[in-house]
């Protein structure tokens, strides 16, 4: 027999299982650290139980309670995890565990117990790891028998860092229906999407951008009101400078419809935006009030006040950047037609919460709201020969078919497209 052949392959032999147990070694680092976090967290306990341990493999069981005083139950559920260790490269499968805690209480319910399929790797020089989980669709009658739920496939992937300084992760789920037989009523919701980034800062999580999209949201009570929703897409990003941070929201609507049959009307609602921002919010500040949010709610209420105090003593700007939408509102012997758009910003400067209860509150806002809207939306409303009567006052201007206002607060003095106003 070749001796190099046999030299390889008794090193083979040994590293291996060498390998496997550094692999090991290193993963019982991470469920260290992973505990450790855990128990900060208010209102929760993670147990673990250690099943089978082994130079290859590990069998885990996890145990969780949330006992939030304000929701009205505890939570308890368990999860058991079953790891394969291989050189430097590690795999785990997740099952939930439907026969212990408020899962036992709701598997009750269902019409067949779905399973948890996929779980997550990772390589451990890379520091990263991949989760890939599959929830099988589920279908349950409530106690009442009065209603009735089914849910498609729920799908999670993403990564994180071992060190969970940074996490990535998407959920999506094809269709949620609920149902009441008795009167015919229906929700229903389809191609529902969320993902987000977070990045860990001092023992806590901060969310640096997320986007939410919903395919239709459809509700029928099965009588008299209807609502329908399509295209629904949310996105928010934190944008982070040396010392301050903004907050920036996006909302977009492709159609919102509204039917009532009490009083026969229908309200429509098409490419509806609403875009806004926070901006300059102070890091430290704003930092700590994330901090406070996973505090003892008892405890907190003297820190919180500390909290709001430095964030105020920065001041605050939100601006309004676009709300719009194009209206059709059909009513008894009524029409509204036409497109409007909204922007503007509001200041707050320096200040603190005790001025903001004392009788000069009011000084330390200012306000600017500039508004337009096409002038068929009035043209059949009972309203429109006073807003021609508005116009001519120079309250409102008309231009190239649609009237416009500007709206400014300052000090507390307002004025209306440059008129002022009595308060």
Do not use: C
């Not at 885990?60 to 430097?88: K, N």
């Not at 603190?352 to 500039?370: E, N, T, V, Y």
């Amino acid at each position: 027999m070749n001796k190099g052949f046999l030299a390889a392959a008794l090193a083979t032999v040994v590293a291996i299982p060498a390998a496997s147990w550094y692999t090991g070694q290193q993963y019982q680092k991470i469920v260290e650290q992973q505990m450790a976090l855990a128990s900060e967290m208010p209102n929760v306990e993670v147990t673990l139980e250690v099943m089978d341990d082994s130079l290859f493999g590990r069998t885990e069981r996890y145990l969780y309670l949330m006992d939030d005083p304000s929701l009205e139950i505890a939570l308890e559920f368990a999860a058991t995890q079953t790891l394969s260790f291989w050189p430097l490269f590690l795999r785990g499968e997740v099952a939930l565990d439907f026969e212990h805690g408020t899962l036992a209480e709701f598997a009750q319910q269902l019409e067949t117990l779905p399973q948890m399929r996929g779980g997550w790797s990772a390589f451990i020089p890379g520091g990263k790891a991949k989760v890939d989980l599959q929830l099988d669709a589920m279908a349950l009658t409530l106690p009442d028998g009065e209603a009735h739920l089914a849910l498609s496939p729920i799908h999670y992937r993403g990564d994180f860092a071992l060190d969970l300084s940074t996490s990535y992760g998407e959920l999506s789920l094809a269709s949620l229906t609920f149902r009441v037989p008795d009167n015919d009523g229906e929700l229903l919701i389809t191609d529902l999407h969320f993902s987000g980034d977070a990045v860990m800062t001092d023992g806590i999580a901060e969310m640096q951008s997320m986007a939410f999209q919903l395919g239709e949201f459809r509700f029928d009570d099965g009588h008299d009101v209807s609502l329908v929703m399509t295209a629904l897409t949310m996105s928010g990003e934190t944008q982070e400078q040396e010392s301050t941070l903004d907050l920036v929201s996006l909302w977009s609507v492709q159609e919102l419809q509204f039917a009532s049959a009490l009083d026969g009307s229908k309200t429509g609602l098409s490419n509806l935006r609403f875009d806004t921002v926070f901006k300059g919010l102070d890091k430290a500040a704003y930092r700590r009030l994330q901090q406070l949010e996973q505090s003892d709610p008892i405890q907190m209420e003297h820190e919180l006040i500390e909290a709001l105090d430095a964030l105020l003593a920065a001041g605050i700007q939100w601006q309004l950047s676009d709300v719009s939408a194009d209206l059709d509102v059909m009513m008894p012997g009524q029409t509204l037609k036409g497109q409007f758009q909204t922007q503007g910003q509001l200041s707050m400067a320096p200040t603190s919460i005790q001025q903001l209860i004392g009788p000069m509150a009011i000084a330390q806002f200012s306000a600017q709201l500039d508004i337009n809207f096409s002038e068929s939306l009035f043209a059949q409303h009972p309203l429109a020969p006073v807003l021609e009567q508005l116009t001519e006052t120079g309250m409102f201007t008309l231009e190239q078919e649609r009237f416009r206002t500007e709206l400014q607060f300052e000090q507390g003095m307002i004025q209306l497209n440059g008129q002022p106003l009595p308060m």
